[in-house]
């Protein structure tokens, strides 16, 4: 009997010992799954990101961005924050406000071996309620090496510091909500603008273009008429540019010179034709002394009488001394094409006759367009126009455009522009309404 009871024991003990090495394998096996984001665990593997939710954010500017990465290998692997490509923070976890504007927010998984992966998503930051705003249409932002600038700004008192990327610029000032300063010499490219009050308080304000070239203006056309470099020198050396090649060059437009100043004993200029002599008839430009104050480019309005002696004479001459021609160009104005937004004819009488436009037809209408109001003014005891929305009432806050009186000099078409407050107004208050007393509204557009 003791040996039956010896023998079961061993049996027991065997089946005990089998199933705690099949329950440590099903353990091992589960701690080892490769369905648990922290199974890799070697330094030569490749970095993972694992979050599956990172997603292009919106917020204002005190609301922090909060977001925690999960990466693999977890021990051997190091999480940084790039904003548009600058360095923001380390570490698996980012919890800080941003500057205004559009980013690229990129993070970057690195291996202690090197290796790297990446996620990038899109954050848009958008100012807080009272923050300071610079203008955001494109030529507002667009900053021009070496000019001086000004750009309308609302909801400031003061600006002392401009803050162009990491480079300051100089001769800042600022007066009724226009923000005036000298954009330095730096690289060109796109910059984050911070502005700085009398408090020391700083505001991020956006992306602005900074670029040696001016502002490529849609509604302005450019022609070169000729192009090099020449060391203007009397009748040795000239540049003639031929009636045919000024035969598109509408009388009204501008030409501009671009020049230099040579080592010379004097310096004149002398925009004339090839018949020129001792007379000026022949001269589009007399003759003048060139000094540091000369403007450069030197422009002139191509007038009727300038196309008559070019058509007549062989086209235009451009003499004198002591200076060298780089370019001419031809500049015409391009009237912008308006977009109609209501057409017809409202005899305006306040609350009894007004113009209605939803925001759904505002939708179309980009911050910094000009907006064109055409009217007649009719028999009336007296004519105003206020530009509001539909929630208006005693108080100015729903204004676009405060109420003014319309008289013989009020412009016609009346035109403002379509500034970012005027949006939310308008995406808020149920559209754009257009009220006063004496007059008839014939045609709302905008043009960009």
Request: proline share 5%; aromatic share 8%.
């Amino acid at each position: 009997m003791k040996q039956y009871q010896h023998k079961g024991w061993k049996v027991m003990t065997m089946f005990l010992a089998m199933c705690l090495a099949v329950a440590g394998a099903t353990a091992l096996s589960a701690c080892s799954s490769n369905d648990d984001p922290y199974f890799t665990v070697t330094e030569n593997d490749d970095p993972r990101i694992l979050n599956t939710d990172l997603s292009d954010k919106t917020l204002d500017r005190k609301t922090k961005l909060n977001i925690e990465i999960k990466v693999t290998p977890i021990q051997y692997t190091t999480v940084t924050w790039l904003l548009n490509d600058v360095l923001i923070a380390e570490g698996t976890v980012i919890d800080q406000t941003l500057p205004v504007g559009d980013h690229v927010l990129k993070i970057v998984a690195t291996t202690t071996k090197g290796k790297t992966t990446s996620r990038t998503i899109h954050v848009k930051v958008t100012p807080a309620e009272g923050d300071p705003e610079l203008a955001s249409d494109p030529k507002s932002r667009w900053l021009t090496i070496g000019t001086t600038k000004t750009i309308d700004c609302i909801n400031t008192t003061s600006v002392t510091r401009v803050i162009i990327g990491e480079t300051e610029a100089s001769n800042v000032s600022f007066a009724n909500d226009k923000l005036t300063f000298t954009v330095p010499d730096m690289p060109e490219g796109e910059y984050m603008v911070t502005i700085v009050n009398a408090n020391g308080e700083s505001f991020g304000c956006g992306l602005f273009t900074v670029s040696n070239d001016t502002y490529p203006d849609p509604g302005v056309k450019e022609t070169v008429l000729w192009e090099g470099s020449v060391d203007i020198n009397w009748g040795d050396a000239n540049v003639k540019i031929t009636p045919e090649e000024m035969a598109n060059v509408p009388v009204g437009a501008t030409i501009r010179l671009e020049y230099e100043m040579i080592d010379a004993e004097y310096h004149a200029m002398r925009i004339t034709t090839p018949w020129w002599g001792d007379t000026s008839a022949d001269d589009l430009v007399n003759q003048f002394d060139i000094t540091a104050d000369t403007p450069n480019p030197f422009e002139f309005t191509y007038t009727e009488a300038c196309k008559a002696l070019v058509d007549e004479r062989d086209g235009m001459l451009i003499v004198g001394f002591g200076y060298k021609v780089t370019k001419v160009v031809a500049v015409e104005g391009v009237a912008p094409a308006e977009t109609s937004l209501w057409e017809g004819g409202v005899d305006i009488n306040w609350g009894d006759a007004n113009v209605k436009i939803t925001p759904e037809e505002m939708a179309n209408v980009p911050v910094g367009a000009t907006v064109c109001l055409y009217f007649d003014i009719i028999d009336a005891e007296y004519h105003a126009m206020r530009i509001t929305t539909p929630w208006w009432g005693d108080t100015p806050a729903d204004d676009l455009v405060n109420q003014f009186d319309v008289t013989a000099d009020t412009p016609n078409p009346f035109e403002f522009t379509y500034t970012e407050a005027c949006k939310t107004l308008v995406d808020e208050r149920d559209g754009m309404l257009i009220v006063g007393f004496g007059y008839k509204l014939k045609q709302v557009t905008f043009k960009e």
